[in-house]
């Protein structure tokens, strides 16, 4: 007898959406049909709208050190209320950064105890630190951050153009990415600190000190180096339709580039961030409504590979300061990036693939990503017709704030499956067994 069937939902396959029964055995889909032979667990999913287990490739929770701002076990919880499966953990905000073997071996052991979905590493790119890039690549790193601004972190300085350019080549050799954080810091410090002097400290200050093409020249910057090198190049949280703009043109020369966007620059704009203050600082800023819009077009257009949270969440006390340059930048959202994609009227199958099928493709996640016999049986469970208001009650996340508290967001995750086991089921977690740790090829978890 088969370990589970899920009956009557409606499958987001890559051959289309089709009504029909899905069998798992062990951790693997099974069967795809009609009608399905009976299970040991059944799950009645018809009204349901069956998706991959979304893949969030850039988030920060924090563990070790910094578990105070987040930590794996209650960020996995929210993931996965979100239809999340498996996560691609930053080198940062966690302390020690994973830039070197054992900081990386200390943060897999650290997710290896606390993580209830899948999750992969990300190693990072600071100077000096050019020859540990094949340790970590050794260790199943999924890529290489860089930041090409000031991280915020003392102890993660950004990569200076030779730092990158170095970085680059050596990621080639090892065929792995590199993300890369795509600010200019010559702009970005030099405006910040007229901004200071002058004795603005207030939130229009903050934005005229990051404009939109201090991201465009950083992205042209790394594009360029990107295809001197042959590495291959993902640019995170893109920000504008003009950021897209110039990472497509970079691949137009010849750059092999991957665009990643966040649903909080396609839900808000700076005046959203006039409204709630702290709560949604973050780097890149959000942006005018013209160039949210010109962004969500890209989207729209196929422009944009991969939809991510950047969940990067701290203590409520560092959203607090009487200059608002001094307030932590970072969004506490993890939990309703699907449900944002939704809610902005995306086509199923477009959030399928910008939430877990490219991702899995970019970085090499043979068995995961997409709802295929053979495949993990990764998968979320979602009404797409009902809406939630978004309530600190319901938020699964270290601390209950977020700049999407009170909205109302259609497409509720009412059931999640990592590989063969539900995690989360209508507001509870009943996992058992912990998540794995993902490494690039095709054996993982």
Not at 124 to 132: E, F, T, W
Not at 399 to 415: F, S
């Given at each position: 007898?088969?370990?589970?069937?899920?009956?009557?939902?409606r499958?987001?396959?890559?051959?289309?959406?089709?009504?029909?029964?899905?069998?798992?055995?062990?951790?693997?889909?099974?069967?795809?049909?009609?009608?399905?032979?009976?299970?040991?667990?059944?799950?009645?999913?018809?009204?349901?709208?069956?998706?991959?287990?979304?893949?969030?490739?850039?988030?920060h929770?924090?563990?070790?050190?910094?578990?105070?701002?987040?930590?794996?076990?209650?960020?996995?919880?929210?993931?996965?209320?979100?239809?999340?499966?498996?996560?691609?953990?930053?080198?940062?905000?966690?302390?020690?950064?994973?830039?070197?073997?054992?900081?990386?071996?200390?943060?897999?052991?650290?997710?290896?105890?606390?993580?209830?979905?899948?999750?992969?590493?990300?190693?990072?790119?600071v100077?000096?630190?050019?020859?540990?890039?094949?340790?970590?690549?050794?260790?199943?790193?999924?890529?290489?951050?860089?930041?090409?601004?000031?991280?915020?972190?003392?102890?993660?300085?950004?990569?200076?153009d030779?730092?990158?350019?170095?970085?680059?080549?050596?990621?080639?050799?090892?065929?792995?990415?590199?993300?890369?954080?795509?600010?200019?810091?010559?702009?970005?410090?030099?405006l910040?600190?007229?901004?200071?002097?002058?004795?603005?400290?207030?939130?229009?200050?903050?934005?005229?000190?990051?404009?939109?093409?201090?991201?465009?020249?950083?992205?042209?910057?790394?594009?360029?180096?990107?295809?001197?090198t042959?590495?291959?190049?993902?640019v995170?949280?893109?920000?504008?339709?003009?950021?897209?703009a110039?990472?497509?043109?970079?691949?137009?020369?010849?750059?092999?580039?991957?665009?990643?966007?966040?649903?909080?620059?396609?839900?808000?704009?700076?005046?959203?961030?006039?409204?709630?203050?702290?709560?949604?600082?973050?780097?890149?800023?959000?942006?005018?409504?013209?160039?949210?819009?010109?962004?969500?077009?890209?989207?729209?257009?196929g422009?944009?590979?991969?939809?991510?949270?950047?969940?990067?969440?701290?203590?409520?006390?560092?959203?607090?300061?009487?200059?608002?340059?001094?307030?932590?930048?970072?969004?506490?959202?993890?939990?309703?990036?699907?449900?944002?994609?939704?809610?902005?009227?995306?086509?199923?199958?477009?959030?399928?693939?910008?939430?877990?099928?490219?991702?899995?493709?970019?970085?090499?996640?043979?068995?995961?990503?997409?709802?295929?016999?053979?495949?993990?049986?990764?998968?979320?469970?979602?009404?797409?017709?009902?809406?939630?208001?978004?309530?600190?009650?319901?938020?699964?996340?270290?601390?209950?704030?977020?700049?999407?508290?009170?909205?109302?967001?259609?497409?509720?995750?009412?059931?999640t499956?990592?590989?063969?086991?539900?995690?989360?089921?209508?507001?509870?977690?009943?996992?058992?067994?912990?998540?794995?740790?993902?490494?690039?090829?095709?054996?993982?978890?």
């Amino acid at each position: 007898m088969l370990n589970m069937v899920v009956r009557g939902g409606r499958l987001v396959t890559p051959a289309g959406i089709i009504d029909a029964d899905l069998a798992i055995e062990g951790e693997l889909i099974a069967e795809i049909s009609p009608d399905a032979p009976p299970a040991k667990h059944e799950i009645d999913a018809r009204g349901l709208t069956i998706l991959p287990g979304l893949i969030d490739v850039h988030l920060h929770f924090n563990e070790p050190g910094r578990t105070e701002w987040e930590g794996a076990a209650t960020g996995s919880r929210a993931l996965a209320a979100g239809g999340g499966t498996l996560f691609f953990d930053m080198p940062l905000n966690s302390s020690p950064c994973t830039v070197g073997p054992r900081e990386f071996d200390l943060k897999r052991a650290a997710l290896e105890a606390a993580s209830i979905t899948d999750f992969a590493l990300w190693g990072g790119i600071v100077p000096g630190n050019a020859a540990a890039l094949a340790d970590l690549a050794e260790r199943g790193a999924i890529g290489f951050k860089a930041f090409l601004c000031d991280s915020g972190l003392p102890e993660f300085p950004r990569a200076d153009d030779l730092t990158l350019y170095e970085a680059l080549r050596e990621a080639a050799r090892l065929n792995l990415p590199v993300a890369v954080h795509a600010e200019s810091e010559e702009i970005t410090k030099a405006l910040s600190r007229r901004m200071l002097e002058s004795g603005r400290h207030d939130i229009p200050a903050f934005l005229e000190s990051r404009p939109v093409i201090a991201e465009v020249e950083a992205i042209q910057r790394a594009g360029l180096l990107a295809r001197e090198t042959g590495c291959k190049l993902h640019v995170v949280h893109i920000s504008s339709g003009r950021g897209v703009a110039a990472a497509l043109e970079a691949r137009a020369l010849g750059a092999d580039i991957s665009i990643e966007t966040c649903p909080h620059y396609l839900l808000f704009t700076e005046d959203d961030l006039l409204r709630i203050g702290a709560l949604a600082k973050c780097t890149p800023p959000l942006r005018t409504r013209g160039e949210s819009d010109a962004l969500f077009r890209s989207v729209l257009r196929g422009e944009v590979d991969i939809v991510a949270s950047d969940h990067s969440p701290c203590p409520p006390e560092m959203k607090q300061n009487a200059s608002f340059f001094g307030i932590w930048g970072g969004i506490a959202g993890v939990q309703w990036t699907r449900a944002a994609l939704i809610e902005k009227g995306l086509d199923l199958s477009a959030i399928a693939s910008l939430t877990a099928a490219n991702g899995a493709h970019r970085f090499n996640i043979a068995n995961k990503g997409t709802i295929e016999v053979g495949k993990h049986a990764d998968l979320a469970l979602v009404d797409c017709a009902a809406t939630q208001t978004v309530r600190e009650e319901a938020l699964f996340q270290r601390h209950r704030v977020t700049p999407y508290m009170d909205l109302e967001l259609r497409g509720v995750t009412r059931c999640t499956i990592r590989r063969g086991e539900v995690i989360y089921a209508d507001d509870a977690i009943p996992a058992i067994t912990p998540g794995a740790f993902v490494r690039p090829g095709a054996c993982n978890a």
